[in-house]
């Protein structure tokens, strides 16, 4: 569910900047800006890539009295916070429009913090809602990240997506596809 919500974001973002700069081609890729050898990712150059940092469980209770430990807590939806990253593959001569890529992208997500099936109809089944926020990073973990990471500081924002990923109490059976409508629903002749 993670890929479907981060999909769907680039998908929204790609709109948004086809929208506002009335341009065709992707301006937003789900990748990393660097293979695991460090080499540059081809499909990123002159793109805003967008990939994960972190998963984290978020350990807030959610419906459940604080203190409550028992096994029908245990059973509670998992919320997690996806920290991703939209970052600038832009070549130095462009460096301005990755900064202004970035900008609009922030700009969409302050207008857009909430994703839900009523602003968003392409919302994917299974995921309710999710909401998006900057996170912060001090200028040492900014540095520790890239340098984790493998690569060099371009210019970024990291982002939090609260979600909630997995319910197993919601999916109680799987019924098969229903290819024809049973005889109670079919309409009665002539009426």
Same mark, same amino acid.
């Given at each position: 569910?993670?890929?479907?919500?981060?999909?769907?974001?680039?998908?929204?973002?790609?709109?948004?900047?086809?929208?506002?700069?009335?341009?065709?081609?992707?301006?937003?890729?789900?990748?990393?800006?660097?293979?695991?050898?460090?080499?540059?990712?081809?499909?990123?150059?002159?793109?805003?890539?967008?990939?994960?940092?972190?998963?984290?469980?978020?350990?807030?209770?959610?419906?459940?009295?604080?203190?409550?430990?028992?096994?029908?807590?245990?059973?509670?939806?998992?919320?997690?916070?996806?920290?991703?990253?939209?970052?600038?593959?832009?070549?130095?001569?462009?460096?301005?429009?990755?900064?202004?890529?970035?900008?609009?992208?922030?700009?969409?997500?302050?207008?857009?913090?909430?994703?839900?099936?009523?602003?968003?109809?392409?919302?994917?089944?299974?995921?309710?809602?999710?909401?998006?926020? =900057?996170?912060? *990073?001090? $200028? #040492?973990?900014?540095?520790? &990240?890239?340098?984790?990471? /493998? @690569?060099?500081?371009?210019?970024?924002?990291?982002?939090?997506?609260?979600?909630?990923?997995?319910?197993?109490?919601?999916?109680?059976? =799987?019924?098969? *596809?229903? $290819? #024809?409508?049973?005889?109670? &629903?079919?309409?009665?002749? /002539? @009426?």
């Amino acid at each position: 569910m993670i890929n479907v919500a981060l999909i769907l974001l680039r998908d929204r973002l790609n709109a948004y900047f086809s929208a506002q700069f009335e341009v065709s081609e992707d301006l937003v890729v789900m990748a990393p800006l660097s293979d695991a050898e460090g080499n540059p990712v081809a499909e990123t150059r002159n793109r805003l890539a967008i990939f994960v940092t972190n998963i984290a469980e978020d350990k807030t209770p959610r419906g459940v009295a604080r203190g409550i430990r028992t096994a029908l807590a245990s059973m509670q939806p998992l919320h997690l916070d996806v920290y991703f990253m939209l970052a600038s593959g832009h070549d130095p001569e462009i460096y301005g429009e990755g900064i202004k890529l970035i900008s609009k992208a922030l700009m969409f997500f302050q207008a857009t913090p909430l994703l839900t099936p009523q602003n968003t109809p392409e919302m994917p089944i299974g995921i309710d809602q999710f909401s998006v926020e =900057v996170a912060n *990073l001090r $200028v #040492e973990e900014v540095g520790q &990240l890239w340098g984790n990471m /493998g @690569g060099r500081y371009v210019p970024s924002v990291m982002f939090k997506m609260r979600l909630v990923l997995i319910d197993a109490a919601a999916t109680a059976q =799987v019924l098969p *596809l229903a $290819v #024809e409508p049973t005889a109670a &629903l079919r309409p009665e002749p /002539g @009426g």
